[in-house]
């Protein structure tokens, strides 16, 4: 059977879809190496995680029930691949920290009762040492005063302040020679770069030729009615914890009035993914019979985007610019 090259909605679909599938790939790697840096997971709320994986879920069987465009199935594939991991992160975090504040309060209750015990012993002896203390703390605080007495306090502190990787990552550089939203947007045009290379690479070597006569997507037999039934049930379902898995979150900024741990560059790769993703599903075929087929998963992009804004505008609102404005008098 002769092959062929694939028609301009179907060629736009790869495009989308393989930037789509960049951009989810990469998307991992800001949020990761946050809470690596962090030693910590606490920004992220696990209850996002968990709606946002079983969304993944529904959304990679309803998929294969609607026999929806290739890149949607293997970018559903790839979706619960990512969250596993990042839940598995986080958990890992969680536990320790956990572990570790367990450890540090069982050694605040000792130290606590080894001291009462202590005061009780000495309490008839004179108080010589609390003099010489407080001659001690007089001395200091004179000399907490003197020039460069803070040098070596302020040195550590713009160290930390100028850790690159962590500061571009994490949106939070704030230093006068650095533009984290500059440095974002390059790396989202790097996605879009990357991603049409990688379609325009398989293009070449045949991998979207089709066989010649195949029915296109918006033939009615291509799936038959009680598959449509069920994959439509699942996407939008999908769908629905699409839409609910970021509300925890955005709750979670508000209460906290921070998004301090969370990599602005993880919902803006988040953004273009499900803005890719949309565009790959109605790329793929304007029939309308796919179309409706399509619609949960439609539903699901644009409403996480909607959201994904919401939590841009928190990072605005939340910076330690801001709050220092407003809670300046």
Known sequence: MALQSPQ?????????????????????????????????????????????????????????????????????????????????????YNAVNARR?????????SSTATADTDTTAVSDEPHEEDALLDRRHRRRSESNGLPGSHRQHSVRRRESNLDPLTRIITGED??????????????????WVVGASGWYISYKMGAWDVADGLPDAGDGQAANATQAYIGMALGYFSALCYLCARIPQIIKNYQEKSCEGLALLFFLLSLTGNFTYGASVISYSQ???????????????????????????????????????????
């Open 8 to 92: 301009v909605g179907e060629a736009l679909s790869g495009i989308f879809g393989s930037v789509s599938l960049t951009a989810w790939i990469c998307l991992l790697l800001p949020q990761l190496i946050a809470n690596y840096k962090a030693k910590s997971a606490d920004a992220l709320s696990m209850k996002f995680l968990f709606i946002w994986l079983l969304g993944d879920v529904a959304n990679l069987s309803g998929a294969l029930w609607t026999q929806l465009a290739p890149t949607t199935v293997a970018l559903a594939s790839y979706f619960c691949l990512a969250d596993l991991i990042l839940i598995g992160q986080c958990s890992y």
């Open 174 to 191: 704030d230093t006068p020679d650095s533009n984290p939203w500059l440095h974002n947007t390059l790396s989202i045009v790097a996605v």
């Open 101 to 109: 504040r367990t450890r540090k309060e069982r050694r605040r209750l």
């Open 287 to 329: 029939d309308r019979g796919y179309f409706v087929r399509a619609l949960p998963w439609l539903f699901g992009s644009l409403g996480t985007m909607v959201e994904d804004c919401i939590i841009f505008v928190q990072f605005r609102l939340y910076s330690p610019a801001v709050q220092a404005k407003i809670t300046s008098p």
